[in-house]
């Protein structure tokens, strides 16, 4: 299964667009095969014929209350419906939620560190 990312660069407008830039090229240089469903913004899985399934990870996440344990079962259960019908996945990826992932994990390391 071949698969794509897009970085999502929402509120660009709002911050520094050097320091931006920086966390998006730390996401493209990195592994795409294990990406958290909680820093997605969309999922979508394109089918042989043509069509393609899109979800709203996001929304799914901050307007309805699921989990992502429970988006990560709905995904495994529909890839496993769609099974060889599937052509590749694309996914949006959102910036701002991979650096603030990347910097609180930093912060943890580096205060045990200094214990």
Do not use: C
């Not at 990406?35 to 394109?46: E, G, H, S």
């Not at 042989?48 to 901050?62: F, H, Q, R, Y």
């Not at 699921?66 to 019908?85: F, M, P």
């Not at 996914?91 to 930093?106: A, D, G, Q, R």
């Amino acid at each position: 299964m071949q698969r794509k990312h897009r970085v999502a660069e929402k509120h660009s407008h709002l911050i520094n667009l050097d320091k931006m830039n920086e966390w998006i090229d730390i996401v493209r240089e990195s592994d795409k095969s294990n990406i958290p469903v909680d820093v997605m913004d969309f999922f979508t899985l394109n089918l042989e014929k043509g069509e393609s399934v899109t979800i709203n990870v996001a929304d799914l996440i901050e307007k309805h209350g699921y989990s992502t344990k429970d988006i990560q079962e709905e995904i495994k259960q529909l890839l496993d419906e769609i099974g060889d019908g599937l052509l590749d996945v694309d996914y949006t990826i959102n910036v701002n939620k991979v650096k603030k992932m990347i910097e609180s994990l930093t912060e943890e390391t580096l205060k045990d560190l200094k214990k």
